[in-house]
């Protein structure tokens, strides 16, 4: 089976109080892919700390503006991680709109994998742990991921 995504890199974490993050904003990057991994070279990070409720995940991220948009067609599993030499943090609203936020899945680089993945946009914010903006790779594959 042939799995199409697009893939636009932005950076978004949950709603504590302030500001939410914009999924519909344009992100900084688009790439496409069908079965097989993504990755581009982005910077990780912002001016507005924002944490998913209840989850113990947090990060500063640019509300405005997503590190990508990542458009899914079948279903199938698939990864979404960073990784950066700096204590990053990933925030992702799926199709449905819910949130999932990672901090240190392998080290201090995020995950957030689905084990099927349903079709439609994803919307991603790689973060960083502090205020400081950081060098980050943001990949996404179906699939476990290529640490």
């Not at 079948?74 to 949130?99: C, E, F, H, K, Q």
Request: charged share 10%.
């Amino acid at each position: 089976m042939r799995f199409a995504t697009l893939l636009a890199l932005s950076v978004v974490f949950s709603v504590a109080a302030s500001a939410q993050p914009r999924t519909s904003a344009a992100p900084q990057h688009t790439l496409s892919i069908a079965d097989a991994a993504v990755s581009t070279s982005l910077r990780a990070g912002g001016s507005d700390r924002n944490a998913v409720p209840g989850s113990g995940c947090s990060g500063y991220i640019d509300n405005a503006q997503p590190s990508a948009k990542l458009t899914v067609e079948g279903d199938g599993p698939l990864a979404i991680y960073a990784v950066s030499g700096s204590d990053t943090t990933l925030l992702v609203s799926d199709p449905a709109g819910r949130w999932h936020c990672s901090d240190d899945a392998n080290g201090s680089n995020p995950a957030v994998t689905f084990a099927r993945a349903a079709p439609g946009t994803y919307v991603v914010w790689v973060g960083t742990f502090s205020p400081d903006q950081a060098p980050a790779t943001l990949s996404a594959v179906r699939g476990q991921p290529a640490w």
